[in-house]
């Protein structure tokens, strides 16, 4: 799809379209009526993938991702709150990280980064700890692209009359959230992930009474979602200089993403990508770290070949050399690496990855291109 310049195989910033990248050679005033119409164009569509309308406000946030995901915590859990953080993997621990350090109380719920969260594990845990006011869930976490039950611990959450904020980012707009079934505060995502649009602004689906009853939670003046919202919704304009070139990105990606047939074709084409990854690495030996079941379309994460010569430094500069950007693992048990499945590109540059991975595999390790185990 873009020959010129690498392919970004990773989880944001990914490769966006030369039509996303052209909205940006434009300048636009942040006083300027056609600007605030992109962004409240912007707003309205980001609703409308998950059917929020009615029920939730759109925020949208100067920064990446994690700053959304800050001003959410800060903003809607009160200070006197306390987060049940469901963890695993290096995202989830962020969240916990974001708790600790906004002095919000919080407890954590790990377990293996290969494992899910179930509903019933926040059931248990919500019947024993009465304190808890809020849950914070990562969708699909992309340190592995384990996908995490969103649904059925929404409910659970509801049952017990709690708060869940999810961190959506990697997930949004590629993988259904229906907000008139799965109940949330906060739905947390940003531009530069599954919409394609580049980096540089989050936003936050907030659920308009808890946002309306956020008044004077936050720790910090720039990242008050309520004050946010409602100087926006007072002047039709951002709070403080608004990232202008990625809010004109952001529109125009979300033009090809109607365009392209909404959230099911976005769906599609990653569900295709990933599969014609997962195909194609199987036939080079490389094994994925997640089973299918719990493997969301996003990112897969793959076992380091064992083979002594392979460094992924080296490995990694050299798929770059034939034009794919890869990923480094995150995991601290176990050596991996990742590709991501998302961004402007189809599964006939999947396949071109993989083939690019298993030319620099028998480059380094001077290995036959059959089936064999690493
Ligand atoms: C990308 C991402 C974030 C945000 O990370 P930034 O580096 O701040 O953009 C948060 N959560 C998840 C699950 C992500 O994939």
Redesign the pocket.
């Known amino acids: 799809m873009n020959t010129a310049a690498p392919i970004l195989l990773t ?2 910033p990914l490769t966006t379209s030369a039509r996303t990248r052209q909205a940006m050679l434009e300048d636009w005033g942040s006083w300027d009526d056609r600007f605030n119409a992109l962004t409240a164009s912007v707003c309205a569509q980001l609703l409308a993938i998950v059917q929020g309308e009615g029920s939730h406000h759109c925020v949208p946030l100067q ?7 800050e001003a959410a915590v800060g903003t809607l859990v009160p200070r006197a709150g306390k987060v049940l953080v469901l963890i695993n ?3 989830g621990k ?2 916990a990280k974001i708790c600790e350090v906004l002095g919000r109380d919080f407890s954590t719920f790990e377990t293996a980064e290969d494992e899910p969260t179930t509903a019933a594990d926040v059931d248990r845990l919500l019947h024993a700890d009465k304190a808890i006011t809020h849950v914070g869930l ?6 592995t692209g384990i996908l995490n039950p969103l649904a059925d611990i929404a409910q659970v959450v509801k049952q017990h009359g709690k708060r869940l904020i999810v ?5 949004f707009g590629a993988l259904p959230i229906d907000a008139r079934a799965v109940p949330f505060d906060a739905l ?1 995502a ?1 531009s ?2 599954c919409l394609e649009g580049v ?1 540089g602004m ?1 936003f936050v689906l907030a659920n308009k009474q808890a946002l309306a009853a956020a008044q004077g939670n936050c720790h910090s003046l720039a990242l008050d979602l309520f004050d946010q919202h409602s100087y926006m919704a007072r002047t039709g304009q951002w709070r403080f200089t608004p990232p202008t070139h990625v809010v004109a990105a952001l529109h125009e990606a979300l033009l090809q993403y109607q365009e392209e047939g909404g959230l099911p074709a976005r769906h599609k084409r990653y569900a295709d990508n990933c599969q014609a990854l997962l195909e194609g690495m199987a036939d080079l030996g490389l094994r994925s770290f997640l089973s299918a079941v719990i493997q969301a379309p ?2 897969v994460t793959f076992h380091a070949p064992t083979d002594p010569r392979y460094q992924f430094k080296d490995f990694y500069e050299r798929v770059k050399a034939k034009g794919f950007i890869l990923y480094p693992g995150k995991l601290t048990q176990v050596d991996t690496f990742r590709v991501g499945c998302i961004g402007h590109v189809d599964a006939a540059g999947m396949h071109a990855a993989v083939k690019a991975i298993g030319q620099v595999l028998q480059e380094m390790c001077r290995r036959e291109l059959a089936r064999e185990s690493l």
């Open positions: 989880p944001g920064g990446s991702g994690t700053f959304a995901v993997g290096a995202y962020r969240l990562i969708h699909c976490e992309t340190s961190d959506a980012m990697s997930s947390i940003a530069g992930k980096p989050g996003i990112i």
